[in-house]
T-cell receptor, first 112, second 115 residues
Framework: AQSVTQLGSHVSVSEGALVLLRCNYSSSVPPYLFWYVQYPNQGLQLLLKYTTGATLVKGINGFEAEFKKSETSFHLTKPSAHMSDAAEYFCAAKFGNEKLTFGTGTRLTIIP | EAQVTQNPRYLITVTGKKLTVTCSQNMNHEYMSWYRQDPGLGLRQIYYSMNVEVTDKGDVPEGYKVSRKEKRNFPLILESPSPNQTSLYFC??????????????FGPGTRLTVT
């Protein structure tokens, strides 16, 4: 079955440190891939997306993600964490004409 | 401003009392969807609509109804709410399959508590 897996429901990093949030998908055909961020008491906001073309995708707030077909991964990174990055992050995939499938989310905590 | 709006934002109700959560978008989007968000489960799709008068079940449709009489509105109806429907609900919209653009825009959420 096609699915999206986010490794680590909680991730803590120090302010200024590298942020790495992991996302893997299960599918024989590469899907369209998305990262969304949810700040407290708010809806989801699109961070970045991969459809076709360049595999390194840049998004808002300094985040980027790299699509690696061989690893079926789409990990989210940011070189230097800021306190304002504290939020929940969701990876999502669209497999063919199917609906958007979400991972279970990763809560990012920034340590001052 | 392009947005998806939901009302109410917070709702506490009792078992069996019918309720409707409204959703409206001003972006002329074809596709609209309802999700529920529960801890450890991520977002699960309840119902979706590809266009006016076209709706279909998502992953967890039991206990919910929807309608799409106008392009901008997609209300979620709970005919007889039960405590297991206590959750955070999100409405979302996107341009749709025909556009080739799939990212979804989300409303601010409705936190529902059923006692």
């Amino acid at each position: 079955a096609q699915s999206v897996t986010q490794l680590g429901s909680h991730v803590s990093v120090s302010e200024g440190a590298l942020v790495l949030l992991r996302c893997n998908y299960s599918s024989s055909v590469p899907p369209y891939l998305f990262w969304y961020v949810q700040y407290p008491n708010q809806g989801l906001q699109l961070l970045l997306k991969y459809t076709t073309g360049a595999t390194l995708v840049k998004g808002i707030n300094g985040f980027e993600a790299e699509f690696k077909k061989s690893e079926t991964s789409f990990h989210l990174t940011k070189p230097s964490a800021h306190m304002s990055d504290a939020a929940e992050y969701f990876c999502a995939a669209k497999f063919g004409n199917e609906k958007l499938t979400f991972g279970t989310g990763t809560r990012l905590t920034i340590i001052p | 401003e392009a947005q998806v709006t939901q009302n109410p934002r917070y709702l506490i109700t009792v078992t069996g009392k019918k309720l409707t959560v409204t959703c409206s978008q001003n972006m002329n989007h074809e596709y609209m969807s309802w999700y529920r968000q529960d801890p450890g489960l991520g977002l699960r799709q309840i119902y979706y609509s590809m266009n006016v008068e076209v709706t279909d079940k998502g992953d967890v449709p039991e206990g919910y109804k929807v309608s799409r009489k106008e392009k901008r509105n997609f209300p979620l109806i709970l005919e007889s709410p039960s405590p297991n429907q206590t959750s955070l609900y999100f409405c979302a919209s996107s341009l749709g399959v025909t556009s080739g653009i799939y990212e979804q825009y989300f409303g601010p959420g409705t936190r529902l508590t059923v006692t």
